[in-house]
């Protein structure tokens, strides 16, 4: 059974930073490119970042560009994500997604997993 | 606001059909797949339709995808109260260079 399991939100003031974990397994990771995604509070899906099957190659939305850094650690199963600056705009509840095919794009939204999601907030 | 627009809401009755239309652009669903994901409230999203209108293992053939020029639909038959919640639709977009989502439709089964 494919687990996706993230870790490491909590409440952080403006300017502070953080580190989310997914913990992965039940399938084979290193083989699959992986993605984050987030929802603000009553709001919609904003994909944010994403990262090769090899961790070599590295993407992200214009809203996170150099204040989050995406990697992964296929020896350990897991997916990272250090948000650095953090600003009110980037509450939100942050999901981990397993890419559903080999032979898609690294930045494909075709996510067949999802992680429960941890909540980020950011706020004095 | 997205790129990809969705009606934010939709509803109907059990055991009636509805759809839920994703107008897109030249720079996304023409050229691209367009997937569907459900969000149950309180839950993670699930993947419901992808490559326009596969089904995973365990969707039920109620649910159903298509596309058609620079637009996507979900169409859902024999609608069920466990069916209320979010729906998205998502496709890669070239003038962004990433994937998008669509703001989403809420569901309601009256």
């Known amino acids: 059974e494919v687990q996706l399991l993230e870790s490491g939100g909590g409440l952080v003031q403006p300017g502070g930073a953080l580190r989310l974990s997914c913990a992965t397994s039940?399938?084979?990771?290193?083989?699959?490119?992986m993605s984050w995604v987030r929802q603000a509070p009553g709001m919609g899906l904003e994909w944010i970042s994403a990262?090769?099957?090899?961790?070599?190659?590295?993407y992200y939305a214009d809203s996170v560009k150099g204040r989050f850094t995406i990697s992964r650690d296929n020896s350990e199963n897991t997916l990272y994500l250090r948000m650095n600056s953090l600003r009110g705009e980037d509450t939100a509840i942050y999901f981990c997604?397993?890419?559903?095919?080999?032979?898609?794009?690294?930045?494909?939204?075709?996510?067949?997993?999802w992680g429960h999601g941890t909540l980020v907030t950011v706020s004095s | 606001q997205s790129v990809l627009t969705q009606p934010p809401s939709a509803s109907g009755t059990p055991g009636q059909s509805v759809t839920i239309s994703c107008s897109g652009s030249?720079?996304?669903?023409?050229?691209?797949?367009v997937y569907w994901y459900q969000q149950l409230p309180g839950t993670a999203p699930k993947l419901l339709i992808y490559?326009?209108?596969q089904r995973p293992s365990g969707v039920p053939d109620r649910f159903s995808g298509s596309k058609s020029g620079t637009s996507g639909s979900l169409a859902i038959s024999g609608l069920r109260s466990e069916d209320e919640g979010d729906y998205y639709c998502?496709?890669?977009?070239?003038?962004?260079?990433?994937?998008?989502f669509g703001g989403g439709t809420k569901l309601t089964v009256l």
């Open positions: 997604a397993k890419v559903g095919s080999t032979v898609v794009r690294n930045t494909s939204p075709y996510f067949d997993y």
């Open positions: 039940g399938f084979t990771f290193s083989t699959f490119a």
């Open positions: 990262v090769s099957s090899s961790g070599d190659s590295t």
């Open positions: 030249n720079s996304n669903i023409v050229s691209y797949y």
């Open positions: 490559r326009n209108n």
């Open positions: 998502a496709a890669w977009d070239d003038s962004l260079s990433g994937p998008v």
